[in-house]
């Protein structure tokens, strides 16, 4: 054959190979699931989808009819659990997919990201996904290596007033502006940012879009639970769980709770739209949970009770997952992590702890699917640097079963929710300054209504035992039997009759903390009593 004759077969055979393997990569990509991931603030166990499973009557005054829509169409999962019921460690254990404790300067509250931890979007990104995010993502900086890629991936030109809900619409209607238009700019904004995502999108190529709106994180406007939601306080009278006072102040601040989750599902209703709009509904996996419990409430956020560390959780992926279906297996938020990557086609880091969903999600069944998600752990360790002096966390570790929960406080002589700062026989902060300022006292527990109650009436006989139960000082071991106890009220550590349950829990959290490497077991803890550097350099390490 002559040169040029074969050089031009050769030019065709490569052209083909080409064009082949540009086909071949056009059709995996379509077949790749795209990710919508909705995750709230703040966002623990309160939805109405959840009313007709559990005992729980006041999870009913939480409206939620997007995230129901995405349960009935897909899985509602039951016991879905943070890792750690604070923002920054729960975002680590979720984006690296390792118990909290094993994600470096990420660990504590007031850590910054350890680079050397995988993170499952980017390892997305790197395997050909569009990502982007919009509003709070964990990211506390803007290295070029950032979790998200620092704002190069951000999507926000359209605002993020919606982060305010509540005080913006109260701010505009004092303007003059109707509820519904300010509402529909709050909307319109979270519409406009995932266009911008979208219409960056090159061809077909799968895509990842974060949306962390701030709602329903504190602080919000009294009253606008019932004004902007119909969210009757006095409906909630006789409904409260136990631990919280049945008063008009309390039941208010939980009802403008509720309000602003009904706030943050409505945004999650325009996202759901714009996929419909798009035609890209049934090709994506949508995801909504939350990163740990109500803010500024008793046994909430920053504590390993049921009110802090259970999460809603539903998951939607057109017709390759069985609608209706409601899933009882205990399900920690960081197996999320190497889910996303098995249904991306991206292999998962041999140091990722997590354990992959998509057999359950694939499966057809409901209740109990995988026998060995019978139980799960949590921790936690610094929320707030100033609650204590000394700058020191509050360690704990829990396992809870269906039937138990058992807590280990490694340092009892600390105060769990902060040290009552400024507080004296003779002295007591204003409930200006409760509601205002969290860090005038028990630095743990965020500012607001119900802060202010249970620390104004902490002398009077009918609600100091509230006052108690928020604050006071725990015991090394706690266990509650859930099966008589659902709100964890009576410790029962240290009884006879339950000596064997306490033993066999205690074997087992210990057993699976130093398998994981926690530092709490594996050494002596000091690693995560010391103060993080968290402005001097991203390779910085604890003092």
Known sequence: ????????????????????????????DEERPNILFVFADDWGFYSDAYADELLTPWNAMAPTPNFNRVAEEGVL???????????????????????????????????????TNPSFPMLLRDDGYHIGYTSKVWSPGTPKD????????????????????????????????????????????????????????????PWLYWFGGRNPHRSWIKGSGKTLWGIDPDALEGNMPPFLPD?????????????????????????????????DLENTIVIVSGDHGAPGFTNGKANLYDFGTRTVLAIRWGDKVEAGRVVDDFVDLMDLAPTLLEAGGVDIPAVMNARSLLPILLSQGSGRIESARSWIVTGRERHVSTAREGNLPYPQRAIQTEDFLYIVNFKPDRWPGGSPYNLTENNTPSVELLENDTFITHNDMDGGPTKAFLVQSRGEPDYAQFYKIAFAKRPMEELYDLRVDPHQMVNVAGREDYASVQEDL????????????????????????????????????LK
């Open 506 to 541: 205690r074997d087992r959290l210990m057993t699976y903390l130093s398998e994981t490497g926690d530092p709490r077991v594996e050494g002596d803890g000091s690693r995560f009593d010391r103060m993080p550097y968290t402005f001097v350099g991203w390779d910085a390490g």
């Open 247 to 279: 008063v008009p102040a309390v039941r208010e601040d939980l009802a403008d709770y509720f309000g602003e989750i009904h706030a943050f599902d409505a945004m999650l209703g325009v996202l759901l739209e714009e996929l419909e709009r798009t035609g």
């Open 1 to 28: 054959m002559p040169e040029r004759s074969r050089q031009i077969l050769l030019g065709l055979i490569l052209s083909c190979a080409i064009t082949f393997a540009g086909y071949a990569q056009a059709a995996e």
């Open 146 to 205: 950032a979790p998200f890629g620092g704002r190069e991936h951000a999507y926000e030109a359209a605002g993020r007033d919606f982060d305010e809900f509540s005080q913006y619409v109260y701010s505009a209607m004092d303007a003059g502006v109707p509820m519904a238009d300010a509402k529909s700019v709050l909307l319109g904004q979270v519409r406009e940012n995932f266009q911008d995502f979208m219409a960056d999108r090159e061809g077909g190529e």
């Open 77 to 115: 999962f039951k016991n879905a659990f943070v890792n750690s019921p604070q923002c920054t460690p729960s975002r680590s254990a979720l984006f690296s997919g390792q118990s909290f404790y094993r994600t470096g300067l990420a660990a504590v509250q007031d850590g910054i990201w350890d680079y």
